[in-house]
């Protein structure tokens, strides 16, 4: 398997984006797909996670009523919609893949996609 994620930018505080991750490869029937971010400075923090099946086991808190996360199966794609971004939403964004979901911790994921930057100005 692997991923491809894109869709980071530059946005002001308030504002919103969309990154998608596309899996390619033989990806297993129960997969979860997430994401992270890594702020500079900081270690990587889970964002969200779903399932094959649309179940989304787990949020951050911090990021809960702003962010969402969809996946398009068909595609093999996952989305993470970011509304009312915050300067502290700034870090590299990372999707990664499980072949079945078993927690949010960044050992538990096996393939991780390259990151796509997020700046969030103040």
């Known amino acids: 398997v692997q991923l491809q994620a894109c869709g980071g930018g530059l946005v002001q505080t308030g504002g919103s984006l969309r990154l998608s991750c596309a899996a390619s490869?033989?990806?297993?029937?129960?997969?979860?797909m997430a994401w992270f971010r890594q702020a500079p400075g900081k270690e990587r923090e889970f964002v969200l996670a779903i399932t094959w099946s649309g179940i989304i086991p787990k949020y951050a808190e911090s990021v809960k009523g702003r962010f969402t996360i969809s996946r398009d199966n068909a595609k093999n794609t996952v989305y993470l919609q970011m509304n009312s971004l915050k300067p502290e939403d700034t870090a590299i964004y990372f999707c990664?893949?499980?072949?079945?979901?078993?927690?949010?911790?960044?050992?538990?994921?096996?393939?991780w996609g390259r990151g796509t930057l997020v700046t969030v100005s103040s």
């Open positions: 490869g033989r990806t297993a029937s129960s997969n979860v």
């Open positions: 990664a893949y499980a072949s079945y979901y078993r927690g949010s911790f960044y050992s538990e994921y096996d393939v």
